[in-house]
């Protein structure tokens, strides 16, 4: 008992300890805080690519060269864990507004058989929500006008019509007859200042190579999927008035496959070349086609986050090995201005391992005032991280997570548990190790030579 007493004494009475304290507190809490970051930016990032892409999809090699045929759909909908089947059309084009030009990707689409094969659904915006987000309502800082939105979002719907606005993107605005209809992202409002109900210029090109001629596009519904950059690029329309604006009539650009789990992705890969290659999927295709699960669609992406979050952890690793350093430099000199305690406490009867005891005791202590106050800081700055974020952009004007760059609209956090207690007890054991070596060097010294010291 005596030695836990002496090793919180001296751990206490040494100003140097309490600076071993505070760096390995540091340390820990970015221990914590940056892993809990990348865990949540891995998981947001699966979450969302699953949300915004179907499990599984094929398109051929050629532009536009997928026939729409109800035996290709009714084959793929045959194929393992294929639980739903939509086709789509996909090309690049120019949106032009005021004296902006700007590129974007055209999606022509079924939106009820989208909404069956990815969460189109859930990416829909309310009446509420485009009202509050277009006024800038999550960046307000003013409470009095931050009220006052709230009360006339009250006005607005909470939830979105679904069938109507599905009705509208597929079939036209009944009072803009001849104007075709379309979703954009939120990104894509607040880049061009624009509302629901405002009209876009776009133009791409045709099926012939050929650049088509201006055509207007009233907005009818926005969506926010949560990636910045389907949210300010991409433009959904229906799949017949693509297929028209391109000239393309009776062919896609492939089909989308929801499966009854995404993890069997490869086994359904699999699967549906071996159809084609049998002849049971007839698909008349001179160049080709290409299959991939949603992983292969964003597959540097998600690589890239992967690698980034083994880097961090290195890195973050590095900083806490640094801090536990400290806890030598402590007990080292320790070692040589407390020579004189030290041969009394042995000449007294106490043993060598009793002093190596000692050592160790403050080098756990240390460790476990440092861990357990870094572990807390750490908890709680991941769970107000985009506050933080957001007070910092205020004033500085700097986000440290642009949303442009990462794709995202906030910072996700993950905190696991079983990783922070892994790294608990690594810590731990760092810091028992560090405290040896002084431990040695002070119990192994000859009582007489230490009485002598002074």
Same mark, same amino acid.
């Given at each position: 008992?005596?030695?836990?007493?002496?090793?919180?004494?001296?751990?206490?009475?040494?100003?140097?300890?309490?600076?071993?304290?505070?760096?390995?507190?540091?340390?820990?809490?970015?221990?914590?805080?940056?892993?809990?970051?990348?865990?949540?930016?891995?998981? /947001?990032?699966?979450?969302?690519?699953?949300?915004?892409?179907? &499990?599984?999809? %094929?398109?051929?090699?050629? #532009? $536009? /060269?997928?026939?729409?045929?109800?035996?290709?759909?009714?084959?793929?909908?045959?194929?393992?864990?294929?639980?739903?089947?939509?086709?789509?059309?996909?090309?690049?084009?120019?949106?032009?507004?005021?004296?902006?030009?700007?590129?974007?990707?055209?999606?022509?689409?079924?939106?009820?058989?989208?909404?069956?094969?990815?969460?189109? &659904?859930?990416?829909?915006?309310?009446?509420?929500?485009?009202? =509050?987000?277009?006024?800038?309502?999550?960046?307000?800082?003013?409470?009095?006008?931050?009220?006052?939105?709230? *009360?006339?979002?009250? /006005?607005?719907?909470?939830? #979105?019509?679904?069938?109507?606005?599905?009705?509208?993107?597929? &079939?036209?605005?009944?009072?803009? #007859?001849?104007?075709?209809?379309?979703?954009?992202? @939120?990104?894509?409002?607040?880049?061009?200042?624009?509302?629901?109900?405002?009209?876009?210029?776009?133009?791409?090109?045709?099926?012939?190579?050929?650049?088509?001629?201006?055509?207007?596009?009233?907005?009818?519904?926005? $969506?926010?999927?949560?990636?910045?950059?389907?949210?300010?690029?991409?433009?959904?329309?229906?799949?017949?008035?693509?297929?028209?604006?391109?000239?393309?009539?009776?062919?896609?650009?492939?089909?989308?496959?929801?499966?009854?789990?995404?993890?069997?992705?490869?086994?359904?890969?699999?699967?549906?070349?071996?159809? @084609?290659?049998?002849?049971?999927?007839?698909?008349?295709?001179?160049?080709?086609?290409?299959?991939?699960?949603?992983?292969?669609?964003?597959?540097?992406?998600?690589?890239?986050?992967?690698?980034?979050?083994? *880097? %961090?952890?290195?890195?973050?690793?590095?900083?806490?090995?640094?801090? @536990?350093?400290? %806890? $030598?430099?402590? =007990?080292?000199?320790?070692?040589?201005?407390?020579?004189?305690?030290?041969?009394?406490?042995?000449?007294?009867?106490?043993?060598?391992?009793?002093?190596?005891?000692?050592?160790?005791?403050?080098?756990?202590?240390?460790?476990?005032?440092?861990?357990?106050?870094?572990?807390?800081?750490?908890?709680?700055?991941?769970?107000?991280?985009?506050?933080?974020?957001?007070?910092?952009?205020?004033?500085?004007?700097?986000?440290? $997570?642009?949303?442009?760059?990462?794709? *995202?609209?906030? @910072?996700?956090?993950?905190? &696991?548990?079983?990783?922070?207690?892994?790294?608990?007890?690594?810590?731990?054991?760092?810091?028992?190790?560090?405290?040896?070596?002084?431990?040695?060097?002070?119990?192994?010294?000859?009582?007489?030579?230490?009485?002598?010291?002074?």
């Amino acid at each position: 008992m005596y030695k836990l007493f002496l090793a919180w004494r001296y751990l206490t009475g040494r100003p140097l300890a309490l600076v071993a304290v505070a760096a390995l507190m540091l340390s820990f809490a970015v221990l914590v805080v940056a892993p809990s970051v990348m865990n949540g930016f891995q998981v /947001e990032f699966h979450k969302r690519i699953r949300g915004t892409l179907s &499990d599984l999809s %094929i398109a051929s090699a050629r #532009p $536009f /060269e997928m026939p729409e045929r109800p035996e290709i759909e009714r084959a793929l909908a045959r194929l393992p864990h294929v639980k739903a089947v939509a086709p789509y059309l996909e090309n690049p084009a120019l949106d032009k507004h005021l004296n902006k030009i700007d590129y974007c990707f055209m999606r022509g689409i079924d939106p009820a058989r989208e909404a069956q094969v990815s969460e189109l &659904d859930g990416y829909i915006m309310s009446e509420r929500d485009l009202f =509050l987000e277009v006024e800038g309502f999550q960046e307000e800082r003013d409470p009095e006008v931050k009220q006052s939105l709230a *009360l006339l979002a009250e /006005e607005y719907a909470e939830k #979105p019509d679904l069938e109507r606005i599905y009705r509208l993107l597929r &079939d036209g605005h009944p009072e803009q #007859p001849g104007v075709p209809t379309c979703l954009v992202g @939120i990104y894509y409002l607040r880049a061009f200042d624009l509302r629901v109900g405002d009209t876009i210029l776009l133009t791409t090109a045709s099926a012939e190579g050929e650049v088509a001629q201006d055509r207007e596009f009233l907005i009818v519904g926005a $969506f926010r999927t949560g990636m910045s950059e389907k949210d300010r690029r991409v433009v959904l329309t229906g799949l017949r008035t693509l297929q028209g604006f391109v000239g393309v009539a009776g062919r896609v650009s492939g089909y989308s496959m929801a499966l009854s789990d995404y993890r069997l992705a490869d086994e359904t890969k699999a699967a549906l070349r071996d159809g @084609i290659h049998r002849g049971e999927v007839d698909l008349p295709l001179e160049r080709g086609f290409y299959v991939r699960t949603w992983e292969e669609h964003n597959e540097n992406l998600l690589r890239a986050v992967a690698m980034e979050k083994a *880097l %961090i952890r290195m890195m973050t690793f590095l900083i806490v090995l640094a801090a @536990i350093a400290t %806890i $030598f430099l402590t =007990l080292f000199m320790a070692v040589h201005t407390k020579v004189r305690e030290f041969g009394i406490l042995r000449a007294l009867g106490g043993t060598p391992p009793g002093v190596l005891g000692l050592f160790v005791g403050q080098g756990i202590w240390i460790a476990l005032a440092g861990m357990g106050l870094g572990m807390g800081l750490g908890v709680l700055f991941a769970s107000y991280i985009n506050e933080i974020a957001a007070w910092q952009q205020q004033y500085t004007g700097w986000h440290p $997570f642009p949303p442009d760059v990462y794709y *995202l609209d906030k @910072i996700p956090t993950r905190i &696991d548990l079983a990783e922070n207690l892994q790294n608990f007890v690594i810590t731990l054991l760092f810091g028992a190790m560090a405290a040896l070596f002084p431990g040695l060097l002070a119990a192994f010294r000859p009582p007489l030579r230490a009485l002598r010291h002074e």
